[in-house]
């Protein structure tokens, strides 16, 4: 079945500007998660959403960034008044959404490489 | 907190070498813990996970792990490698008894196999 995927696969934007990206999950998984890797680095975790509430947004560097899930299915990273600095890939994840103590995967997609010049 | 280190940025072994790439791991409670692999210019694929039960674990593409309570270590190894084993790892935990559901990963290994 298709996978999770995002768009754009690149952004490039100028400093100061606002960029949203794009999240299609799984279909059917209910957990959907954002990550950020800048190079050189493992990813590093943003905001985890279960349906379409933020369950945990304790990722988010600072008040730039929200992330929406309207529907509990696509979801947007929303990153205002862009700084170098947030370059980076923004990585999507999804899973089957398991509770406390259960098991679940996360299946990533491709990611988004966003360049802030 | 959880935490995971991967002491190796790099790692080169010969084709049809045995392979090892090594993660330690630090949680409050008890770990789930996963490799995943990257590949240049693509996403994380998952390759393997312990939960509970055997220390052992197999996964995707001839690769195993070896989950060990007392080293706080999942090794990742295969017995025979490939050229085209060559990518970037990460190992990543989530503490099973915490609220928090993301995973943390590791700084990541990069794996050559030579030909």
Do not use: M
């Not at chain 1, 990550?35 to 943003?46: A, I, K, M, N, V």
């Not at chain 2, 280190?5 to 080169?12: C, K, L, M, S, T």
Request: include cysteine; proline fraction near 6%; charge should be neutral.
């Amino acid at each position: 079945g298709a996978g999770v995927s995002q768009t754009p696969s690149n952004k490039v934007t100028e400093k100061g500007k606002y960029v949203e990206l794009r999240c299609d999950p799984i279909s059917g998984h209910t957990a959907l998660y954002w990550y950020r890797q800048s190079l050189g680095q493992g990813p590093e975790f943003l905001i985890y959403f279960q349906g379409t509430g933020a369950a945990d947004d304790s990722g988010l560097p600072n008040d730039r960034f929200f992330a929406v899930r309207p529907e509990g299915s696509v979801s947007t990273l929303k990153i205002q008044r862009t700084e170098r600095g947030d370059s980076a890939v923004y990585l999507c994840a999804s899973s089957s959404g398991g509770g406390l103590g259960v098991p679940d995967t996360q299946y990533f997609g491709p990611g988004t490489r966003l360049t802030v010049l | 907190a959880q935490s995971v280190a991967q002491p190796e940025d790099q790692v080169n072994v010969a084709e049809g070498n045995p392979l090892t790439v090594k993660c330690t791991y630090s949680v409050s409670g008890n770990p789930y813990l996963f490799w995943y692999v990257q590949y240049p210019n693509r996403g994380l694929q998952f390759l393997l996970k312990y939960i509970t039960g055997d220390n052992l674990v197999k996964g995707s593409y001839g690769f195993e792990a070896e989950f060990n309570k007392s080293q706080t270590s999942f090794h990742l190894k295969k017995p025979s490698a490939l050229v085209s084993d060559s990518a970037l790892y990460f190992c990543a935990v989530r503490d099973i008894s915490g609220s928090a559901r993301q995973l943390t990963f590791g700084s990541g290994t990069q794996l050559t196999v030579l030909p």
